[in-house]
């Protein structure tokens, strides 16, 4: 807990610290008490510092604990503090401190949390990067919902954020695809089709050689079976060109928005991958052997150096990503972010070199290795094969479960832990769904408030807070009033996930103070706080929603 609307008080223990001990600057953790009714927070502030002082940390507690009741102008914060066990400092605050968090939460609206980077960066922030080969599959709509929930985050604390795809349009792969949509419009024109035995099979294949037939007609008549060479060039590029649409409709409906879509093929076409590679050689950061060009990652941490160009004269995947990543290098701002895939953790010391290569320091490059995401359904795992068109499409997911579902589980559990997504509890409208129980927090709020305007109570958020206050209402006021560094925690370490364990521990304690206070019929200045509480409420669980790209029903 660390709540800024504690920083005066964690200043004077801090203070009061250092006179019990000579200790300088100490930590002041700032805790929830082991047991509700030992007070509203905890501090084992005295055994961190007793050590360093040689002295016994229930004597420094008791120390820092008289300290802290002489200072008047803890008054208004500190009802009582007490000294418990081997030296924890126990506060009880006042109900007017909890009544000023919440009138501040409310007035602050949108802004409650907002802007609070240090410093504030320019960031590049790439993921996603499909193979328009084929549909988005749950894979990519894990690197889809993480990496836009991260750049949500970066932008409400203050960051500049452009998101950027970059599409694998060029290659082997390519091919055959091209291929296997030149078969399939063979078959539609009566052609004998030409398969390829490693190409790609899903009905989706044929669902696009049928849209290129309906635009071209039989121009290809004679030309695929097999295709030559400008036949499969149009058939690979065509067919590229409406699965990429696909994939940005797909990513629209899953609320993820991108400002570019980068394609590689137009790395090649315009000589960047060449040009990345003489720079590197003129850098003196390559060599030649066995007729293959090698790039000298070793000389910046890779375990070995690395093959830009083949003896055959063919660039690697890694020239490319020479390409891009000069190209990012020149535009990016402050910071590079890439998010990639669990087989992508060699490349990181690969494309730190590029990256010092090009005179940059290796800091302005952060790569977020995704692990993979698995579905279960009867307790049994799906199985998934893009050639074979087996796969788990994004698109099914959403019509299968929603966005809102889809987006909350695909981000609960930490991009770098690989977890199962368990459809038949993402299906269930009932509060052991995790979606659906911050969700219905959210309703709840807006149930209270609407019953409030029916009876004709308006709000009054000058009221003063009541002298008694429930144990709920001191526990939800101080989760809402360590939503700013909750969500900053969670932007800085790019960890959305810990913003949904927030939500559900806010939902938790709505729903507890909905069973336990009653808002609309109560004395004035207990209804005013409570009223106030649950417009604060509602904004925090609307805002933390927002930022995961999950919506905020008011009736369910």
Known sequence: MTTPFLDDLSRAIAAAATQATGVVEPAVPLVPPTRPEHGDIASPVAMGVAKRAGRPPREVADDIAEALRRRDDLALIIDRVEVAGPGFLNFRLRPGWFGRVVRDIAAADREFGAGSAKPREAILLEFVSPNPTGPMHVGHARHAAYGDAVARLLDFVGHTVWRECYVNDYGRQMELFGASVAARYAELIGDVPHLPEDGYHGAY?????????????????????????KALGFFATAGGDRMLARTQSELETC??????????????????VVAGIDALRAAGLTYEDDGATWFRTSDFGDEKDRVLVRSDGATTYLAADVAYHLDK??????????????????????????????????????????????????????RMSKRAGTLVTLHELIN????????????????????????????????ENPVYYVQYAHARCCSILAKAD??????????????????????????????????ADAAARRAPHRLVAYLKDLARDLHAFYHRCRVVGESADVQAFRMELT????QVLALGLELLGVGAPERM
């Open 205 to 229: 294949v044929a669902e696009i050689a049928a849209e290129i037939r309906t635009e071209v007609g039989d121009r290809f008549v004679g030309r695929v079976s097999p295709p030559d060479a």
């Open 255 to 272: 609320r993820v928005r991108m400002d570019r879509y980068f394609s590689e093929a137009t790395l090649h076409a315009e000589g960047h």
């Open 329 to 382: 290098a020149s535009r990016m701002g402050d910071r590079m972010i890439d998010i990639l895939g669990a087989d992508h953790h060699g490349y990181i010391n690969r494309l730190k070199a590029v990256i010092a290569a090009a005179g940059y320091s290796t800091d302005v490059l952060e790569v977020l290795i995704m692990q993979l995401v698995s579905l279960i359904e009867q307790g049994e795992a799906k």
């Open 400 to 431: 299968d479960i929603g966005v809102d579902a889809t987006r909350f589980f695909l981000v609960e559990r930490s991009h770098d832990t690989a977890f199962e997504l368990d459809l038949n509890l993402a299906r269930e409208q009932s509060q």
């Open 454 to 487: 029916q009876a004709g109570v308006g709000r009054a958020p000058d009221h003063a807070a009541p002298d008694e206050l429930d144990p709920s209402e001191r526990a939800l006021v101080l989760r809402l009033s360590d939503w700013p560094d909750a969500v």
């Open 535 to 538: 417009v604060a409420t509602r």
